[in-house]
């Protein structure tokens, strides 16, 4: 039987973060990936680093993820430092556009609670907002303008943070995970493929897969599979300079002309196919926000699935058992959210104070709030 001080079950953003962190804590770490590392739901994100545009609202959730991002920048020169790859972070800012009356009232409510904390927010009209992304739809009323929301390629995030785990001494094994493996109440490793590997801690980061590694204490309820389909169009310079969203969806415009535009938000289980019900809405999306966009030819379509929650929170720090601990249910906050999470679960692991509060991401909050 193999030992590992911590073993860590799942590849994505969220596995090689934590990896790296307990790596350079000193401690010896075993990655185990079913498939390639970061070639689910990491790989098929849009990349947006922006809690003002996402967020419903002020509270511990919202406060978690702009510490993650105000993380960003330093986090993006560490790894290119570990791993020579450039993650493409763009400081590029967003615009929120509106197309109607009452869609405007809800983009200047949300400038309003977010400067009453002191962010930077700014409503415009259709006008300005043309000003800011000249080639933006004529039909639009007007848009908030978050200068502090950010973007980054996820899928160099991905290569950058698998080779920097690697480089720090993180082992990486494949293989499917059938379960936690508990000795007296305790989590002591996992069932990989029928052998028994053991660790002092088991950190689940499985994304929308946790609920399907048995002894988790994750339930296919807790944590559920929500399909999102993506199109990737080719432009010769870009149009866009901003991440430009609206009440349907968003452009992503990357430096080399390449606009990703997502997303649908489908509960169809594991099914990953592209739909034409699916690419037609996201179309329809792209061209209502940037008409010059018709004649861009698609390069790529794909599609992936974001870790579901009910309250759409995530899962984070101590686990139902001793030895366990979770980094799941990040739905579609996980780009933005991998630095932060992978810093608190690390403390976690290590048996040190968390900077941040977990209370609001334990894994039974529900019963807590009901109790």
Not at 10 to 17: I, S
Not at 135 to 152: E, M, Y
Request: charged share 20%; with cysteine.
């Amino acid at each position: 039987m193999a030992t590992s001080d911590v073993l860590v079950v799942g590849g994505g953003v969220m596995g090689c973060g934590i990896a790296l962190k307990l790596r350079q804590a000193g401690a010896r770490v075993t990655v185990l990936e079913r498939s390639i590392p970061g070639a689910e739901a990491s790989s098929a994100a849009g990349g947006i680093l922006a809690p003002q545009w996402e967020s419903e609202g002020p509270g511990p959730f919202f406060e978690l993820c702009l510490r993650s991002r105000a993380l960003y920048g330093s986090f993006a020169a560490e790894l290119r430092e570990l791993s020579g790859v450039d993650i493409a972070y763009r400081p590029c800012g967003l615009l929120r556009v509106a197309f109607d009356e009452a869609d405007l009232h809800h983009v200047e409510s949300t400038v309003g609670w977010q400067h009453g904390m002191g962010l930077r927010a700014e409503l415009l009209d259709g006008k300005a907002a043309r000003e800011l992304e000249p080639h933006l739809s004529p039909a639009a009323v007007g848009a908030a303008h978050f200068p502090d929301d950010h973007q980054v390629d996820n899928r160099l995030l991905v290569r950058a943070l698998t080779m920097a785990a690697a480089r720090v001494g993180a082992v990486f094994k494949s293989g499917y995970v059938r379960g936690v493996v508990h000795e007296h109440g305790r989590a002591v490793g996992v069932d990989l493929d029928g052998e028994v590997l053991r660790a002092d801690a088991v950190v689940l980061a499985a994304g929308s897969w946790s609920s399907l590694v048995q002894g988790a204490g994750v339930s296919p309820q807790a944590v559920r599979p929500a399909r999102g389909q993506m199109v990737q169009l080719q432009t010769r310079l870009p149009l866009l300079e901003r991440v430009v969203t609206s009440a349907k969806g968003y452009l992503v415009p990357r430096a080399d002309g390449r606009i990703i535009a997502g997303s649908t938000m489908e509960h169809v289980g594991f099914d990953k196919q592209v739909t034409a019900a699916g690419l037609a809405r996201i179309l329809d999306m792209a061209l209502q926000l940037c008409p010059d966009l018709a004649s861009a030819p698609i390069t790529e379509t794909w599609a992936g699935f974001r870790p579901w929650t009910q309250d759409a929170l995530p899962y984070i720090g101590e686990g139902p058992s001793p030895g366990l601990f979770l980094a799941t249910g990040h739905f579609r906050n996980g780009i933005l959210l991998a630095p932060i999470t992978a810093k608190l679960v690390a403390q976690a692991v290590l048996g040190e104070k968390p900077s941040v509060d977990l209370t609001p991401f334990r894994y039974d909050r529900g019963t807590m709030a009901r109790g």
